[in-house]
């Protein structure tokens, strides 16, 4: 006869990795009461960590590292990376509880990503869901009272679980249920880092991204601006995968209302800009040092004339009576110009996005 085992089976959680401090706090606090803890991140375009340091040359000595990738090697957990670029467009386009600041969906997007962590801990035999989360940490979507919303429309219910606050919740089914011991979660409450910096140190995690609340561009209120401008001069709210990545580059200015340059400021975004050449026609300096430029709209030889005029202003004929400029890929041909440099107070302030 065999016997049977008294030993509990050993508890599977999902966390929600950023890259983070925070996320990474909230899987180890799990991880310590002896759960199994894989992790998941969500690829939406926006979280493009590194890349303009790894463009812009004079950034070539900052690190460079995917942290989300990073935080589960310290965790010693296995990784989930999922790419949600695509569906995730209707939740910028179109967010059922607004946007933040800036053009940051954060509290739509924090519910979708705990549905679709729902889903993927359903499919894959996992018990419950972790989030880093920490009342008062963000205006948005870091509420007391969002802290139900996320819950609730996600459809994780109380299967998700808030380790860094979780003493300021009501109890969720994983501590009811004796998973997790809910006097060994925390409390934390508010902006102050302090709290997440002092756990940091005790668990022995000293290098950790910063800041420490992951890398979304739309929560930075330039970018948001030369997004808001491309939606307008489009028409509508639309973008891909190369508009996300372009926003990042250069100074964008728009002289006209039909069309924008994009002016490159260094050797290293030169070099990336010279990836679009055939998409776009371009504007380079020939006679002088001098960056190389995207134009974007619609725009004819005089419109040309113009951005050329601005282009010469940041090329090192700036001073010259004349700057000779090539056209590439404009109606299917090539031409050169000579241009006067617009003189700096020419280029007005409200023209740079």
């Known amino acids: 006869m065999t ?26 606090v799990v991880q310590e009461q002896g759960v199994h803890v894989e992790g998941i991140n969500f690829y939406t375009g926006f ?10 040359k004079k950034d070539k000595e900052k690190q460079k590292r995917n942290n989300a990738l990073w935080s589960a090697e310290q965790l010693g957990i296995k990784l989930h990376i999922i790419d949600i670029s695509e569906e995730y467009k209707d ?97 934390f409450t508010g902006r102050s880092r302090k709290p ?6 005790k668990f022995g995690f000293e290098d950790f991204a910063q800041p420490a609340g992951g890398c979304c561009f739309l929560t930075d209120a330039n970018y948001s601006k030369k997004l808001a401008d491309l939606w307008e001069a489009r028409g509508e709210k639309h973008y891909e995968l190369d508009d996300i990545m372009l926003l990042k580059v250069g100074r964008h200015i728009r002289p006209k ?53 601005i282009v010469a202003r940041y090329s090192g004929g700036k001073g010259a009576d004349k700057v000779t400029v090539e056209v590439d890929n404009f109606e299917g041909s090539s031409f050169v110009m000579d241009v006067k440099p617009m003189a700096a107070h020419d280029v007005l302030d409200e023209w740079h996005i």
């Open 3 to 28: 016997e049977l085992s008294n030993t509990k089976p050993q508890r599977k959680a999902v966390a929600l990795i950023s890259g983070g401090l925070d996320s990474l706090l909230a899987a180890r």
């Open 47 to 56: 979280c493009v960590e590194g890349h303009t340091h790894a463009i812009r």
């Open 91 to 187: 939740i910028v386009y179109n967010p059922k509880h607004g946007y933040g600041a800036n053009l940051n969906p954060c509290l739509d997007c924090k519910i979708y990503m705990v549905n679709q962590a729902q889903a993927w801990a359903d499919e894959n035999g996992f018990d419950f869901i972790i989030t880093g989360e920490v009342i008062g940490q963000r205006p948005k979507s870091q509420r007391k009272e969002t802290m139900p919303i996320i819950a609730r429309e996600s459809g994780a219910e109380d299967r998700l679980l808030r380790p860094l606050c979780a003493q300021n919740l009501m109890p969720t089914l994983p501590e009811r249920e004796g998973w997790v011991q809910r006097e060994e979660l925390l409390g």
């Open 196 to 201: 997440q910096f002092e756990l940091a140190k």
């Open 257 to 309: 209302p039909n069309f924008k340059i994009i002016v490159s400021r260094e050797e290293g975004e030169n070099n990336f800009l010279r990836g679009y050449r055939k998409e776009f026609t371009t504007i380079h300096t020939v006679s002088h040092g001098g960056p190389l430029t995207l134009v974007e709209g619609t725009f004819d030889k005089e419109d040309l004339k113009l951005a050329a005029q």
